[in-house]
């Protein structure tokens, strides 16, 4: 079984630009969550969805970050513009009761 | 405002130990507590899940213990080995619309196990 997947692995890109990140989720997980993590920090909850529906994006740091989940598959997180301090690793998990399983990250680089 | 405090930040110990990482959360009205480890460049590798319900889990040389009521956890590695060594991160999550919300992290414990 596939687990979750994360696309680019790497980002690097211009204060001002948009940047996507994109979520695979594992096959049948409804639940699909967006992490951060910034330099020296630790990891942060960005959004939670069930299915297609936000159940809490209560830790999007502003609305410069904009979260979809289509059809309740996968999932893309866009930043436009994007700022010094949105540098970090972007990590998404899945779950289908409880134990969430991680991809393996997107680290993005603003310069 | 939900913190998890993770003890020691940093650990070394020779190959063979037994050791204990720690684990604290201000809040105990936990629905689950989630152990995981990181290796240099990688992402999260569950560990162990341990629902509020639970006092304890075990997995081959790990097991991991809660206490809700005084808000701690424990994660205690036999016999360790080389390829132990990576950042162990505890994690919490509370209820939320009959299942549970997004995790709670601590800074994690960086663990080097010497040969």
């Known amino acids: 079984e596939a687990g979750v997947t994360q696309f680019p692995s790497h980002s690097v890109i211009e204060k001002g630009q948009t940047v996507t990140l994109r979520c695979d989720p594992i096959?049948?997980?409804?639940?699909l969550y967006w992490y951060r993590r910034v330099m020296g920090k630790e990891i942060k909850f960005l959004l939670h969805f069930v299915k297609e529906s936000k159940q809490d994006e209560s830790g999007m740091p502003n609305n410069r970050f904009l979260a979809e989940r289509t059809g309740g598959t996968y999932s893309t997180l866009k930043v436009q513009p994007a700022e010094l301090e949105d540098s970090g690793v972007y990590f998404c998990?899945?779950?289908?009761?409880?134990?969430?399983?991680f991809g393996p990250g997107t680290r993005l680089t603003v310069t | 405002k939900q913190e998890v405090t993770q003890i020691p930040a940093a650990l070394s110990v020779p190959e063979g130990e037994n050791l204990v990482l720690n684990c604290s959360f201000t809040d105990s009205a936990i629905y689950n507590l989630q152990w995981f480890r990181q290796d240099p460049g990688k992402g999260l590798t569950s560990l162990l899940l341990i629902q509020s319900s639970q006092r304890e889990q075990t997995s081959g040389r790990l097991n991991a213990s809660l206490d809700k009521s005084s808000g701690r956890s424990t994660l205690y590695i036999a016999a360790s080995q080389p390829g132990d060594s990576a950042t162990y991160l505890c994690a919490v999550s509370y209820p939320s619309g009959g299942g549970a919300d997004g995790l709670t992290f601590g800074k994690g414990t960086h663990l080097i196990i010497q040969p």
């Open positions: 998990a899945s779950s289908q009761v409880s134990e969430q399983y």
């Open positions: 096959s049948g997980h409804d639940n």
